[in-house]
């Protein structure tokens, strides 16, 4: 290979991993409504859901978006990266309606109605889940084509072996 591509999805899986629990909360705030929504927890997840949403982003551009020619052809890589780009953007601002919706939650001074916080919410974990299904999807692809790539060298080895 001669430009390898990170295939080591440990610490953004651990991102993932972190994002589904928080979309878990985020649905049970949303199907308890309206109910009495602790302080302290709208305080930890608008205090972290940004730098989460940041950090994952940022290992998605190194990790998922270096490796997308293995999976596609250029004008489709190209579009691709475009259509993640714009995804991520709407996250990002998704994001940062919700962290403001659960900031005045927390104290108490939501002007929002029930309905709408709800369907603030739900429009965020649903995405935020669909989002993080096609980006695994697009890493067991670049796996996939990473060890063809590495078994078609390993058989090319052995046949330049047998015939020196």
Avoid at 63 to 87: C, F, N, T, V
Avoid at 127 to 147: C, D, F, P, T
Wanted: hydrophobic share 40%; charged share 30%.
């Amino acid at each position: 290979m001669k430009n390898p591509i990170p295939t080591d999805f440990a610490e953004l899986e651990s991102c993932y991993g972190e994002l589904m629990a928080w979309c878990d909360v985020l649905q049970a705030i949303a199907d308890f409504l309206p109910c009495h929504i602790d302080e302290g927890l709208c305080g930890r997840l608008s205090s972290g859901l940004i730098p989460l949403l940041q950090t994952t982003h940022e290992l998605e551009e190194r990790l998922i978006s270096s490796g997308l020619g293995l999976i596609m052809e250029a004008g489709d890589k190209a579009d691709a990266a475009e259509r993640r780009r714009a995804g991520r953007m709407f996250d990002r601002g998704a994001a940062k309606d919700v962290v403001v919706t659960l900031e005045t939650l927390g104290e108490g001074r939501c002007r929002l109605s029930w309905e709408a916080v709800g369907y603030q919410l739900r429009s965020f974990f649903c995405s935020m889940r669909g989002h993080i299904r096609s980006e695994r999807e697009i890493m067991r692809l670049m796996q996939r084509a990473v060890e063809a790539e590495r078994a078609a060298a390993l058989t090319d080895a052995i046949k330049q072996t047998e015939a020196a």
